[in-house]
């Protein structure tokens, strides 16, 4: 049987660069949803499974959008190993406000009462978290 691996002290350079690391998380996740619902408008109305995974990488919206998925998913593991997840994990839903906003900008997706509510709600939370975590 192992032992557990040590605890690390984290500096607060270090936590702020995991903040940091996560807020770019929300950037590279957005524009890959935006990359990959650009790349799905390009399908044939009802693509087999086999056509879907063949697209995939000859596809280059699709594909960059999986790659951005990648690169995403890296600066999350690199951030989470210094910053507080009871942080960094709530800032991610800024990407729900980051895809709205992009949706709306480049696919004339509709912004009604409702949406504005729901975004203002996730980005008080995340200050509200924010805030909460320096006391």
């Given at each position: 049987m192992?032992?557990?691996?040590?605890?690390?002290i984290s500096t607060p350079a270090q936590k702020r660069r995991s903040?940091?690391?996560v807020f770019c998380c929300t950037l590279f996740g957005a524009a890959a949803q935006i990359l990959i619902k650009?790349?799905?408008n390009t399908f044939a109305p009802d693509p087999t499974v086999a056509e879907m995974i063949g697209r995939i990488f000859?596809?280059?919206?699709?594909?960059?959008?999986?790659?951005?998925?990648?690169?995403?998913?890296?600066?999350?593991?690199?951030a989470l190993?210094?910053?507080?997840?009871?942080?960094?994990?709530?800032?991610?839903?800024?990407?729900?406000?980051?895809v709205t906003i992009l949706s709306i900008m480049i696919f004339h997706d509709s912004m009604n009462p409702l949406k504005l509510v729901g975004?203002?709600?996730?980005v008080s939370g995340v200050a509200v978290l924010g805030r909460g975590s320096h006391t």
């Open positions: 192992t032992a557990p691996p040590p605890v690390t903040l940091w690391l650009s790349g799905a000859t596809n280059l919206p699709l594909f960059t959008g999986y790659a951005f998925y990648g690169i995403s998913t890296v600066m999350l593991v690199l190993r210094h910053g507080e997840l009871s942080l960094l994990y709530p800032v991610i839903a800024l990407t729900f406000v980051w975004i203002a709600i996730i």
